[in-house]
């Protein structure tokens, strides 16, 4: 129920009044047709929060919701693992956040990373690259929640 802006706001006051934030992402939110975007405009946000802490995670469909529904009827496309392994590698070019521990080892997630950036960049991204060149073997099925 909050803007953008708002949340920037709050993130950015918290940090500030000495809090170790702790910000969450979820890949896949926008679908395949509006993934970039997705993660431009998110790694914008991340950037200017400056948290200390980055979880990913990959939207899955968790019956009885509203989206759930819309995945269903056809209303919602999800991420395939290549797409949502290509937002893990957009994720991991743009932030600039120095330094920031990055996980993206939820069960949801295809490639479970770790690390610190920006001294894990190169690492992580070979991790990425690796899987989607097929090299790395990834999570299958869905869904993939605890």
């Known amino acids: ?20 934030l702790w910000d969450i992402i979820l ?4 679908g395949p047709e509006d993934s970039r975007t997705h993660v431009d405009e998110s790694v914008k946000m991340i950037n200017a929060m400056r948290p ?8 899955t469909p968790v019956e009885g919701t509203p989206m759930y529904k819309d995945v269903k009827e056809g209303r919602f496309t ?19 956040v120095d330094p920031l521990h990055i996980t993206a ?3 949801s997630n295809y490639l479970p990373i770790k690390g610190g950036l920006p001294e894990d960049r190169e690492r992580l ?3 990425v690259d690796s899987a989607l060149e097929g090299e790395t073997v990834i999570r299958s099925g ?5």
Do not use: F
């Open 1 to 20: 129920g909050v803007s953008a802006d708002e949340m920037l706001e709050a993130g950015v006051r918290l940090r500030e009044a000495g809090m170790e």
């Open 52 to 59: 200390r802490h980055l979880s990913a995670m990959t939207y």
């Open 78 to 96: 999800c991420v395939t693992p290549q797409q949502a392994l290509m937002e893990t590698k957009w994720l991991l070019e743009g932030l600039r």
């Open 105 to 107: 080892n939820h069960p």
């Open 27 to 30: 890949l896949g939110l926008a």
């Open 125 to 127: 991204l070979a991790l």
């Open 142 to 146: 869905r869904p993939r929640i605890l």
